[in-house]
């Protein structure tokens, strides 16, 4: 299935954990139904809204989320704000995220003629290491100010979500998914147990974000040229052990064929390296097992966000790959990007990227995780109850 994602490349990623977004068909048909998304993550909320026919999710049980639902965004009624859900928040900035919350489910309503059984809201799972356990009380404050509940995501959760969003049912079982989130690694693969699928998650609470603090506070006196050879000592020294762990518990998670990462630094990652890829707007990006050496190499060569864009790209691509370049930027600082970077590399010396068929990039994952979520709220799967 082959999407165009001109849109997406001219909005660029909205947050660190979020890829980009695709094309909205505009042509409802008549059964369409407005449904609302209010997705709160760590980069701030996001409301969106899609228009769907639930007869048509029935004929296609077996495709991906996105092949279902991705098209059926209304791109141009997302929005992005931020919140008070910051890093320590008492009871009293939960209580102000919960405000204004609030307030998109009224513009829902008053604006798309909503009801709330049309409203789903979800939580990220990063939310948990980079707020702290006030978050807890979210969902229960949310349900008695609105009526509306909310799931507040596990990271395992958050995985599933994403992989099924991502891969088509008759793939899963071929697909090791890796997500570097801003404040989480996650990801896992479908096997089986006997005749049951069964999905297993890989989780360590370390993104790109809350890395590159860690490295400032173990190195206090760290520079932007040597960020990334910090970061790579402290990925061996904090987050390699806990990688090695659950790969013990998971071997099947080295022998699927394809790798899919997903991420703002993958994103980041094939912009740069790729941006002649990301220009013919494909769903699909080969990284190489090597990419995000690379990218710390750049940083070191005092280049981060690339030492220029190729002589094949038309004006227009060249373009709009430099204006996704200035979202990029906006997103990730040099020692953010060389965090992303250590991750990305330790990763793929750990799951072995260089043994594997195909290391991909999808480039519609963008909020895969909530739109899965809604997806499994209007289908009604018990696996997936708000709160």
Request: aromatic residues 8%; charged residues 25%; glycine residues 8%.
């Amino acid at each position: 299935m082959s999407i165009t994602r001109r849109a997406l490349m001219r909005a660029g990623a909205m947050t660190a954990g979020l890829a980009m977004f695709p094309r909205p068909v505009l042509a409802a048909a008549a059964h369409d139904r407005p449904y609302g998304l209010i997705t709160l993550a760590v980069s701030g909320v996001t409301t969106a809204v899609y228009r769907i026919d639930k007869r048509q999710l029935r004929d296609n049980a077996t495709a991906s989320g996105y092949e279902r639902l991705g098209l059926r965004r209304v791109d141009s009624s997302t929005t992005l704000v931020a919140s008070s859900l910051q890093p320590g928040a008492d009871e009293t900035m939960i209580a102000s995220a919960v405000e204004l919350v609030a307030r998109n489910i009224a513009s829902l309503k008053s604006d798309h003629d909503m009801r709330d059984k049309q409203i789903a809201i979800v939580g990220s799972s990063g939310l948990r290491s980079y707020v702290g356990p006030a978050v807890e009380r979210l969902p229960a404050m949310l349900r008695e100010r609105t009526g509306i509940g909310m799931r507040l995501l596990t990271s395992r959760e958050e995985a599933q979500l994403e992989t099924d969003w991502i891969v088509p049912s008759d793939d899963r079982e071929a697909v090791l998914h890796v997500e570097i989130g801003g404040a989480d690694i996650k990801g896992g693969y479908y096997g089986r147990e006997g005749r049951r699928r069964v999905y297993h998650d890989l989780a360590v609470p370390f993104g790109t974000r809350n890395f590159a603090g860690a490295v400032k506070f173990r190195y206090p006196s760290v520079r932007t040229d040597d960020f990334g050879a910090r970061a790579a000592d402290h990925y061996r020294e904090v987050i390699a052990p806990t990688i090695d762990r659950r790969l013990a518990a998971l071997p099947e998670a080295l022998t699927r064929p394809k790798v899919y990462v997903s991420g703002g630094i993958a994103w980041a990652t094939a912009v740069i390296l790729h941006a002649q890829d990301m220009a013919l707007e494909k769903d699909w990006t080969r990284l190489s097992p090597d990419d995000f050496t690379t990218i710390r190499r750049l940083i070191e060569a005092g280049t981060p966000y690339g030492a220029g864009l190729p002589d094949s790209l038309t004006t227009a691509q060249r373009a709009s790959i430099r204006k996704t370049l200035g979202f990029i930027r906006n997103i990730f600082n040099p020692h953010q990007l060389a965090a992303g970077a250590a991750i990305g590399a330790g990763l793929a010396e750990q799951l072995r990227f260089a043994g594997r068929e195909a290391i991909l990039f999808p480039g519609f994952a963008n909020g895969a995780s909530s739109s899965q979520y809604l997806l499994y709220q209007i289908t009604n799967n018990p696996e997936f109850r708000p709160s």
